[in-house]
């Protein structure tokens, strides 16, 4: 598959579409994700996928900030996972952090909130963003249907996204004192970020990360410039 993938980039660039014009996100003769994502049939969407590793509540141990912490774990293992999407561009960590929680993360990151939510195989979650992760609605699936394992995973977030009050203090703490919200894969109701709003698990403990991989939106103003 790689070196399917190899090729065709090869291919599309000694045809010379890469040039100096400004091209929209619609155009695929020109934007190379595109090009390749429509070449190998891969629907557009938002795709979630889970570390192999499982982590302690110090969540933000890994870069400058809480959200950039949680980009690293998740862009290193990426290329690992079961993703089948790898030409997707932007990552992030499905943890809410107080500059960030999750329920921004479409004002905050770009994250498109018109196309579906899938699984790391292409399974559908929900058919929007917002259907998603705004805790409004049931999922159309367990995310363990979906290919994203059995597992909990840490979120520090609530039913609807917010942030949670537990939160292993910003995501610094991993002993035993403090405690962290989590969400559940075997479940589809809409407060599966943190069932009954009283999943937490101690910061001692470890617990996977789940990740979003996506194109990020582009507004009207961007396309014109």
């Given at each position: 598959?790689?070196?399917?993938?190899?090729?065709?980039?090869?291919?599309?660039?000694?045809?010379?579409?890469?040039?100096?014009?400004?091209?929209?996100?619609?155009?695929?003769?020109?934007?190379?994700?595109?090009?390749l994502?429509?070449?190998?049939?891969?629907?557009?969407?938002?795709?979630?996928?889970?570390?192999?590793?499982?982590?302690?509540?110090?969540?933000?141990?890994?870069?400058?900030?809480?959200?950039?912490?949680?980009?690293?774990?998740?862009?290193?293992?990426?290329?690992?996972?079961?993703?089948?999407?790898?030409?997707?561009?932007?990552?992030?960590?499905?943890?809410?952090?107080?500059?960030?929680?999750?329920?921004?993360?479409?004002?905050?990151?770009?994250?498109?909130?018109?196309?579906?939510?899938?699984?790391?195989?292409?399974?559908?979650?929900?058919?929007?963003?917002?259907?998603f992760?705004?805790?409004?609605?049931?999922?159309?699936?367990?995310?363990?249907?979906?290919?994203?394992?059995?597992?909990?995973?840490?979120?520090?977030?609530?039913?609807?996204?917010?942030y949670?009050?537990?939160n292993?203090?910003?995501?610094?703490?991993?002993?035993?004192?403090?405690?962290?919200?989590?969400?559940s894969?075997?479940?589809?109701?809409?407060?599966?970020?943190?069932?009954?709003?009283?999943?937490?698990?101690?910061?001692?403990?470890?617990?996977?990360?789940?990740?979003?991989?996506?194109?990020p939106?582009?507004?009207?103003?961007?396309?014109?410039?």
């Open positions: 598959m790689r070196i399917y993938i190899y090729i065709l980039l090869v291919s599309f660039l000694s045809f010379g579409c890469i040039t100096d014009k400004t091209c929209s996100d619609e155009d695929k003769s020109c934007n190379p994700q595109a090009f994502t429509s070449s190998l049939l891969i629907p557009q969407g938002i795709y979630v996928y889970s570390t192999a590793t499982k982590y302690a509540g110090n969540l933000s141990a890994y870069g400058s900030t809480p959200e950039f912490s949680g980009q690293n774990i998740c862009r290193g293992e990426k290329l690992f996972s079961s993703l089948v999407n790898q030409l997707c561009p932007d990552v992030w960590a499905l943890i809410a952090s107080e500059s960030v929680p999750i329920n921004t993360f479409s004002t905050s990151f770009s994250v498109p909130t018109s196309i579906p939510v899938f699984g790391p195989t292409g399974i559908e979650l929900a058919s929007t963003w917002d259907n992760i705004l805790g409004e609605l049931f999922l159309e699936r367990p995310l363990s249907d979906a290919n994203l394992g059995t597992d909990d995973f840490w979120t520090f977030s609530g039913q609807g996204g917010g949670a009050g537990s292993c203090s910003g995501g610094t703490d991993k002993t035993s004192e403090g405690s962290g919200a989590f969400g894969a075997t479940v589809k109701d809409p407060d599966w970020l943190r069932p009954g709003g009283e999943a937490i698990a101690s910061c001692n403990t470890t617990h996977r990360v789940l990740c979003i991989c996506f194109t939106e582009v507004s009207s103003g961007e396309e014109q410039q």
